[in-house]
T-cell receptor
């Protein structure tokens, strides 16, 4: 089993709709969880971090964490064409090791 | 403040040559990570340092790869000898211990 798993996509979402991105992880004692956005040819940039169960909102973005199910998600409301990118889920374990999933390609349809 | 600085941005070399990639982390950050990204394998962790000390190098693919961090403001990743399968984008990232990584622009390596 891979440590951090994501559906590779592409996920196509109409402009203005909600995009839902999902991630599962295998290390039950993982402590911190992150979502990064990566545009083609660019480096990853942090958009959300979440450390405890529940929801965390920042503007149009909401991260959700369920440690019992080992599941992290990212919701993007009012999707814009500029949100088209690859979204990477990352997990930090107790040894401070940070592992990334392979990413989900998101395409917002104008 | 300057972000993470990597050099070179692009490197084209021939199989068997030595390659050295360089990274300057954000001042004050105590963690430094080296990742390799390919289409097939995604973003793979190679090695990370805490306060200049290597913590986990289990991701380094072979003995041909080595990394050093002689001080808090500089790290190198060396490949000797290089092979075509080493072609990838190599990213350096630093963190202040929170796990929130700041990435450099990457070094795109092509080994012919």
């Amino acid at each position: 089993q891979k440590e951090v798993e994501q559906n590779s996509g592409p996920l196509s979402v109409p402009e203005g709709a909600i995009a839902s991105l999902n991630c599962t992880y295998s290390d039950r004692v993982s402590q911190s969880f992150f979502w990064y956005r990566q545009y083609s040819g660019k480096s990853p940039e942090l958009i959300m971090s979440i450390y405890s169960n529940g929801d965390k909102e920042d503007g149009r973005f909401t991260a959700q964490l369920n440690k019992a199910s080992q599941y992290v998600s990212l919701l993007i409301r009012d999707s814009q064409p500029s949100d088209s990118a690859t979204y990477l889920c990352a997990v930090r374990n107790r040894d401070d090791k940070i592992i990334f999933g392979k990413g989900t390609r998101l395409h917002i349809l104008p | 403040d300057a972000g993470v600085i990597q050099s070179p941005r692009h490197e084209v070399t021939e199989m068997g040559q030595e390659v050295t990639l360089r990274c300057k982390p954000i001042s004050g950050h105590d963690y430094l990570f080296w990742y390799r990204q390919t289409m097939m394998r995604g973003l793979e962790l190679l090695i990370y340092f805490n306060n200049n000390v290597p913590i986990d190098d289990s991701g380094m693919p072979e003995d041909r790869f080595s990394a050093k961090m002689p001080n808090a403001s500089f790290s190198t990743l060396k490949i000797q000898p290089s092979e075509p399968r080493d072609s990838a984008v190599y990213f350096c990232a630093s963190s202040l211990g929170t796990g929130e990584l700041f990435f450099g622009e990457g070094s795109r390596l092509t080994v012919l």
